[in-house]
C-alpha cells in the first residue's frame, strides 16, 4: 500500500488533497483524481450515453415496449 507522503509526492498533490479525494470530497478536481488513479494504475471506464437516451423523434409507451416515430416533432 501507498503512504499518503509518498502518493503525494509522486502526484505532486498535497497531503491535504489525497485525504479529500479518500473522504470522497466533492471539490477536489476531476484532474486531480486522474492523476491519482493512473498512478494507482487503476482506469475509468466511460460509456455511451446513446445506448440509454432515445433519439428526441420517437417516443416509447410507458406500458408496452413499442416505439414510434414522431416526425413532425410537435413535442420538442
Not at 478536481?29 to 437516451?53: E, K, Q, W, Y
Amino acid at each position: 500500500g501507498w503512504r499518503i507522503d509518498d502518493l503525494a509526492s509522486k502526484a505532486n498533490l498535497s497531503r491535504r488533497t489525497i485525504m479529500k479525494i479518500e473522504k470522497g470530497d466533492t471539490s477536489v478536481t476531476f484532474a486531480n483524481v486522474l492523476v491519482l488513479m493512473d498512478i494507482l494504475g487503476l482506469s475509468l471506464r466511460l460509456i455511451d450515453l446513446n445506448l440509454f437516451v432515445r433519439p428526441h423523434n420517437q417516443i416509447t409507451y410507458q406500458d408496452e415496449n413499442n416505439v414510434i416515430n414522431n416526425e413532425d416533432g410537435w413535442y420538442e
